[in-house]
């Protein structure tokens, strides 16, 4: 348990920078040097800390929820360019140049979908069909 004494939010603040920038920048090796940091860091003049600020929660909420949006979007479109080219892929009787498109495109879906831990959203069968496109190497 790291101990922090009895400090004001500003002081706390500093000693916690303090302590990430020393993990962050530890070392890797006996070669590597460690630049001290202090106390002294300038802090902007201009930055008033307050425990509970709820403006500025809910803005960090607004940001967060964009962001995510952004993401779903991204994703969204991802699997639209999918469904496309599985249907076109489903019904050329030589669907040999689509093969490179599905199986980029499976890589990136299935990748997202494990990065976000969205797996309990889809059924087996399509994180089935995602897994063997993905498996599968470019023809060359």
Do not use: C
């Amino acid at each position: 348990m790291l101990f922090i004494p009895k400090l004001e939010i500003k002081e706390k603040i500093q000693w916690l920078l303090l302590l990430s920038a020393l993990l962050i920048y530890a070392p890797v090796s006996a070669e590597h040097e460690l630049n001290p940091v202090t106390l002294d860091l300038p802090m902007p003049e201009d930055l008033e800390i307050r425990p509970h600020d709820e403006l500025q929660i809910v803005n960090d909420l607004v940001a967060i929820t964009e962001k995510n949006l952004a993401t779903q979007k991204e994703f969204q479109a991802l699997l639209k360019e999918y469904r496309l080219k599985q249907g076109h892929f489903m019904r050329l009787k030589d669907s040999t140049p689509l093969a490179p498109d599905m199986i980029r495109l499976s890589k990136a879906l299935l990748r997202k979908i494990h990065e976000h831990h969205l797996t309990g959203l889809f059924g087996d069968d399509f994180i089935h069909e995602l897994t063997l496109f993905s498996q599968l190497r470019k023809p060359s």
